[in-house]
Each structure stands twice: as C-alpha cells, then as structure tokens.
C-alpha cells in the first residue's frame, strides 16, 4: 500500500471507511479532534501490562501520528503518548498491522506482532 492510498482511505474513497475517533481523542501537535484510525494492535509489555497503539491520521493538519496507550499492571500509572511520524514510517506500520489476523490480541506471538514491537520501540 502506498501513501496515496492511505490519503484516500482517510478521504473516505475506498469501500470500508476508516473509524472516526471522538471528540476525547486529541491531536497533541494541532489540537485537533478530526482523526481517523487507520489501525491499532496490542502487545504484552515488559511490566506484565498491556501497550495499546493506534496509527491515526489528523483531517486537520494532514499528518499522521501513533498514539501508545500503557496499561500498568501493578498500578494505576497509566501512560498516554503521542508521536508524529512521516507517511512512509505509517505505511510500513500499517502493512504490518494489516498482516496479522489477530492484532489486539497482545499474547499473539506473530512474527507481525514482534517487528511492531521492535518498529515502535524504537519509534518512540
């Protein structure tokens, strides 16, 4: 997939419409809620929590970004963070999120679900 057809799923060209996020989730570089979620998986973390990620694209300022949502196991330290990241960084993730049948499953041993790790690890 290219970047060309990620900009045209998020204009709604292609048969299955991407999610729209609510209000509640925020672009933190323009303050924006008009974002679409292009895909999301689930991994186990080294805490025993659980790391929830989401590739979002923002209507508003045309960028995309991945929003990591922590977990905590042991507490309640929760942890929310959002990164921007260039269009051929979210078609690499995307193809990647595409390939596994089971992305938010996080015990999902997949060789899919370890290059996202690795990928995201160093990406944020």
């Given at each position: 997939m290219n970047t060309e057809n990620l900009k045209n799923q998020n204009k709604g060209e292609k048969e299955q419409k991407p999610e729209v996020i609510g209000s509640g989730f925020i672009h933190e570089i323009c303050n924006s809620a008009k974002?679409?979620?292009?895909?999301?998986?689930?991994?186990?973390?080294?805490?025993?929590?659980?790391?929830?990620?989401?590739l979002l694209f923002c209507?508003?300022?045309?960028?995309?970004?991945?929003?990591?949502y922590h977990e905590c196991f042991m507490d309640d330290g929760d942890i929310n963070l959002q990164r921007q990241?260039?269009?051929?960084?979210?078609?690499?993730?995307?193809?990647?999120?595409?390939?596994?049948?089971t992305p938010f499953d996080k015990d999902c041993d997949c060789s899919y679900h370890h290059i996202l790790a690795r990928v995201l690890f160093e990406t944020l």
């Open positions: 974002n679409f979620k292009l895909g999301g998986f689930s991994i186990l973390a080294m805490d025993g929590g659980e790391d929830s990620w989401s209507k508003e300022c045309w960028a995309y970004f991945l929003d990591l990241i260039k269009s051929d960084e979210a078609e690499m993730i995307y193809d990647l999120i595409l390939g596994c049948e």
